[in-house]
C-alpha cells in the first residue's frame, strides 16, 4: 500500500529581478517546506561567466538544470515538499526539470523591462548583472497553454499580495489534478 503522491514541486520562474527569491523564501516558509534556491547550483564557471556580462550558452545550463532537478527530486522522494527558483528561460529547460524533479506547479512572475532592470540596478548582493536583462528576456520562451501546470503572476504588487496570489494560484492548479 502506498501514501499519497508528494506534492509537485513549486518553481518560481521568470527572468532576473522578477522577485524569484523574495516569493519562494515567503512560499516556502508559508507552507513549511524546502526551499531550494537555484542560483546556488551553477557551478563557478556559469557564475564567473555571468559576473563578466556574458549571457549563458544552452550547454553551460544543462549541468545546472540537472543538478537543481535532481535535488529537489531527492527532497520530494524524501516526502518533503518543495519550492525552488530557476528562470526556467525556454520551454525545454522546464521539461528538463520536470523529468529531473518529478511533477511541478509552475509560478511564472512576470513584468515590464523597465521594472524589472530597476529592480537590477539596486541589487548589491548578486553576480547578475542588469546588463544581462535584455538576453534573458530575448531567450525567454513564456509558459503557453500546453503547460497546463502554470500560472502567472505580476511582479509589480507588494511581496505580501504576490504572496497570496502565489497561494491562490497553487489551490487553482491543485484543482486541476496533475497535468498531463
Known amino acids: 500500500m502506498s501514501g499519497p503522491a508528494p506534492e509537485p514541486v ?11 527569491s523574495t516569493l ?3 512560499l516556502a516558509e508559508e507552507l513549511g517546506a ?5 542560483d546556488r547550483f551553477h557551478p563557478p564557471a556559469n557564475v564567473a561567466h555571468m559576473k563578466a556580462g556574458k ?11 540537472e543538478s537543481l532537478g535532481r535535488a529537489a527530486a531527492e527532497e520530494r522522494a524524501a516526502g518533503r515538499q ?3 527558483t530557476c528562470s526556467a528561460l525556454k520551454r525545454s529547460y522546464r521539461d528538463l526539470l520536470r523529468r529531473e524533479a518529478g511533477p511541478l506547479a509552475i509560478l511564472f512572475l512576470h513584468g515590464e523591462q523597465d521594472k524589472l532592470a530597476a529592480r537590477l540596478r539596486h541589487r548589491k548582493t ?17 509558459p503557453g497553454p500546453d503547460e497546463p501546470d502554470t ?18 494560484a497553487l489551490a487553482t492548479l491543485a484543482s486541476r489534478g496533475p497535468a498531463q
Not at 549571457?55 to 538544470?65: F, K, V
Request: charged fraction near 15%; aromatic fraction near 6%.
Open 151 to 168: 500560472a502567472r503572476l505580476p511582479i509589480r504588487p507588494a511581496p505580501a499580495v504576490v504572496l497570496r496570489l502565489a497561494l491562490e
Open 10 to 20: 513549486i518553481l518560481v520562474m521568470g527572468v532576473s529581478g522578477s522577485g524569484k
Open 24 to 26: 519562494a523564501r515567503s
Open 82 to 84: 518543495v519550492v525552488m
Open 126 to 142: 548578486h553576480y547578475m548583472p542588469a546588463s544581462l536583462l535584455p538576453s534573458q528576456l530575448a531567450t525567454l520562451e513564456p
Open 34 to 38: 524546502v526551499y531550494l534556491e537555484g
Open 55 to 65: 549571457p549563458l550558452t544552452d550547454e553551460m545550463r544543462w549541468g545546472w538544470l
